[in-house]
């Protein structure tokens, strides 16, 4: 897995790139490293970019659904702190978004 604090990307198309490099499912740990680098990125990018914003989401989610059982008691506290960041964002999102983003959320932490 890349190193966070080493390769940091502040760039939320950088981010997709990477993301399109992935096979899916992209298993837990660029799981992680995608959420890691979203969680750096100013909302105000994530504003101008809703569409990758939301494909990264998309994709993420896909994801989880055939990774889950990777999750255990060392990383789930990743998966808990994106969702809380995630929360924390909701009220700039039109409803529609935040059903997405709900159902991004169930996904991750396994509520479906």
Not at 44 to 62: A, C, P, S, T
Not at 98 to 109: C, K, P, R, T
Request: net charge negative; proline share 2%; with cysteine.
């Amino acid at each position: 897995m890349e190193n966070i604090k080493s390769s940091s990307m502040k760039n939320i198309t950088d981010i997709y790139d990477m993301l399109i490099s992935f096979y899916n499912p992209m298993g837990i740990e660029n799981e992680i490293l995608l959420m890691k680098y979203l969680q750096n990125i100013p909302f105000e990018q994530v504003n101008q970019h809703k569409e990758i914003f939301f494909k990264i989401l998309r994709e993420l989610m896909y994801s989880h659904i055939d990774d889950f059982y990777c999750v255990n008691e060392i990383n789930i506290i990743e998966f808990e702190n994106f969702v809380k960041w995630l929360n924390e964002y909701k009220t700039n999102f039109s409803l529609k978004e935040n059903e997405f983003i709900d159902g991004v959320i169930a996904v991750l932490l396994c509520e479906y």
